[in-house]
């Protein structure tokens, strides 16, 4: 099949920049400008179509390591400042192990891994000058202002400001020919323009190179399988959900003798059904009482933000709606659509029920995880009162037993 990367990577990224937002409380949309700033500049210095190409999608990734480290430090539940930024060093690491199988164009290697490196040598590894790849010294530049800078602030008294930085700090922390890119880029009104949140999109979208890859479903599913990992990081309590989710749909699957397209998209689907949690906060998701009726409602937003991220990918129509019905209910009372049993197909009913057994058998804030004999009298009772399909749990309750 075609698979525009980039296009795939413009809907998952403002998941990736929630989750980013959270951590570091940076800007919104802070990949998708460290992204066009990149590309802007790639294009300025003369890289090639396929570069500036795997430049914008390094672009929108290079904090992809940030929610793994985030747990293991627990910097969701901590106020963020620049004395915390040397804890957050194997984000780097992190970053580039989780991109390995990505179908990039040119192949790239250890841009992630050092793209919080300065020409001076004073980064996370003491890479200095040239020893640190290009596209790794321009997302560090483009990184650098969206982190110290409001962008979306295009005053001409904020330009000078940007405008002095970039000059004060050529040669120490950007080599000269980035920063003289910047500058011939800085005098253009469109350029600032481009950066707001209104017009960002369509701004990437224009410099883009249009280039779509042939690749498998199987090849997809290693990209997705990526960001299932970046999900799954985001709490300690949900550290295996999705990876265990993708697990069982595929012994469902085979169970029911779908063919192997079917299989792999419902992996697909499975591996990227809980995206919108990275727009949830920490403090709920991690949070030990019950829930409060506006914390609730809070946690019924991520279905929604995975329809909202996935919804216009080409190829994607039938996945996105397994991924996002997760939560729907046969009797209406589901979310974020509320679909009833006539609208909800096999496959929706399928990811419904296997969700609920694998939350149910996993440990949370507020109880441990339940046996299968617990989770089964609780599916059960649930298919009674017309909320999940009584079939697909019985047929759960006879595969995992």
């Known amino acids: 099949m075609k698979f525009n990367l980039n296009s795939f990577l413009m809907g998952i990224s403002i998941a990736l920049d929630l989750a980013e937002h959270e951590i570091l409380h940076t800007s919104l949309f802070h990949s998708r400008r460290v992204a066009y700033i990149a590309l802007r500049i790639g294009i300025g210095l003369g890289l090639d179509e396929r570069s500036c190409f795997d430049l914008v999608s390094l672009g929108m990734m290079h904090d992809n390591g940030l929610t793994e480290v985030a747990m293991k430090e627990n910097l969701f539940s901590q106020d963020f400042d620049l004395i915390k930024l040397e804890a957050i060093k194997e984000h780097c690491s992190i970053g580039e192990k989780n991109i390995e199988s990505f179908p990039f164009l040119t192949a790239p290697k250890n841009v992630i891994l050092y793209h919080h490196e300065h020409h001076d040598g004073t980064g996370f590894f003491g890479k200095a000058g040239d020893e640190i790849p290009l596209m790794s010294r321009i997302l560090s530049f483009a990184d650098e202002l969206d982190f110290n800078f409001n962008l979306t602030n295009s005053s ?40 707001q949140e ?51 749909v595929e012994l469902m699957a085979k169970y029911y003798n779908f063919d192997e397209e079917k299989v792999i998209k419902l992996k697909i689907a499975a591996s990227l059904h809980d995206l919108g949690k990275l727009a949830v906060p920490n403090t709920i998701l991690e949070k030990n009482d019950a829930l409060t009726s506006d914390e609730f409602e809070t946690i019924k937003i991520h279905t929604y933000f995975t329809h909202f991220t996935l919804r216009n990918l080409e190829g994607f129509h039938e996945i996105e709606r397994w991924a996002y019905c997760h939560h729907e209910k046969l009797d209406g009372s589901g979310y974020p659509y509320g679909f009833k049993a006539d609208e909800l197909g096999f496959e929706e009913r399928l990811m419904a029920c296997l969700d609920i057994y694998q939350a149910l058998t996993e440990d949370r804030p507020y109880r441990a995880g339940m046996s299968h004999e617990e989770t089964l009298k609780i599916m059960d009772s649930m298919a009674e009162k017309k909320l999940i399909d009584a079939d697909i749990t019985k047929d759960i309750s006879s595969v995992f037993f």
């Open 156 to 195: 001409i008294e904020n330009q000078e400001l940007i405008k002095t930085f970039v000059q004060q700090t050529a040669g120490i922390l950007h080599n000269a020919d980035i920063s003289e890119t910047f500058m011939t880029l800085s005098t253009k009104t469109s350029f600032w323009l481009d950066m």
């Open 198 to 248: 209104i017009t960002l999109n369509q701004s990437l979208a224009d410099y883009i190179p249009n280039i779509s890859i042939n690749v498998s479903w199987q090849d997809v599913f290693k990209i997705t399988e990526v960001f299932s990992k970046i999900i799954d990081a985001k709490s300690k309590f949900t550290f295996r959900h999705t990876s265990g989710l993708i697990e069982k």
